[in-house]
C-alpha cells in the first residue's frame, strides 16, 4: 500500500455516493422516495459497498483497502484525510481504533492540532482506545475550541466528578470567564451534594449567567436543598419557560411549588403549553 498512497486520499464519502446512487437507481421501484431509501436501506448499503471491490481502488473492497494499510502510516493518513473538503471515512476510524498501540500518539496529536475536523475525530479516537488521563480533558475544555469537542471531553469528567472536583473548583476560582464557570458546574454537579464551594459556584452563575434555565437545571442535578430558597426568588419575576424549570428543581430537592402561584397567562409560551 506505501507505493500509492496518492489512494490514501481518494474522497471516499464521493465514492460511496456514487455506489448508493447507482444502488438507488437500479431498485427505486422498491422505495416511496430517496428519503424512504435513505431511512431504511441506507446502512445496508453502505456494508455492500465496503465489501465490494471498487475500480477506484484498484479493485480491492474499501475493506481490504483500509485492512491492507500499515500501522505506522495510519496517523499520517488521518491528517491528509482531514485536509480541505475531504473527511476520514469511517472504516479509516475504525481501522486506528483496532491498534491500541496508537493511543499515545494520538493523545499528542490532539494536544497539538488546531483544525476542528482533525481535533473532533482524533478526540474521539482518544476516546475509543480507552481514554487519556485526566488533565487531557480538562485542558481541552479549557481550549478555544469547537463546543461539541468540549461537550465530549465534559461528558468524560462527569464520570469522574469527584476526581477531578479539586481541580475544578481551583480554576473556577482562577477564572471569570461565565463560559468557562458553566463548564466546570456542568461537571461539579455530578459531585456528591453539600460542597460549599459547590453551592457559591452555582448561585454565582444563577446572579451572573443569562442561561437561567441551564443554570436551575444545573441546581436541581447536583441536589443541594440549601439553593431551593434562591430558586423560590426567582419566581416573581421569572419567564414561564424559567418558572418550569425552576419548579422542576425544587421538585428535585424535595421542595413544592404551586402551580398557580404567578399569573402566566399574558406569556406566549404559557399559552402554548396549555393550548390557550
Known sequence: MSDNKELYYID??????????????????????????????????????EKSPQVALGGISPSEFFGRI????????????????LNPCSLLFDRIASEPSLLNDLVKLAKKATDEKLLAVTVSLVIELGGADDGFYLDMIDRDIDSDIKEICTEVLCEHAERVKEELLSRAQKTDEIEKKELYAE?????????????????????NDQKVPYIVALIGRYGDDRACADLYKLIDTCSFAEFLEIRNSIEMMGGTV???????????????????
Open 70 to 85: 500499515p500501522k505506522d502510516e495510519l496517523i499520517d493518513i488521518l491528517k491528509g484525510s482531514c485536509v480541505g473538503d
Open 187 to 207: 461537571v461539579l454537579t455530578f459531585c456528591k451534594p453539600g460542597d460549599d464551594r459547590i453551592l457559591a459556584l452555582l448561585r454565582y452563575l444563577l446572579a
Open 12 to 49: 471516499f464519502d464521493k465514492l460511496f455516493e456514487n455506489y448508493a446512487d447507482k444502488y438507488y437507481n437500479e431498485h427505486k421501484y422498491e422505495y416511496s422516495s430517496p428519503e424512504d431509501y435513505a431511512r431504511r436501506d441506507l446502512d445496508h448499503v453502505y456494508h455492500m459497498w
Open 258 to 276: 404551586d402551580e398557580h402561584c404567578r399569573d402566566f397567562t399574558n406569556d406566549p409560551l404559557y399559552k402554548s403549553y396549555y393550548g390557550l
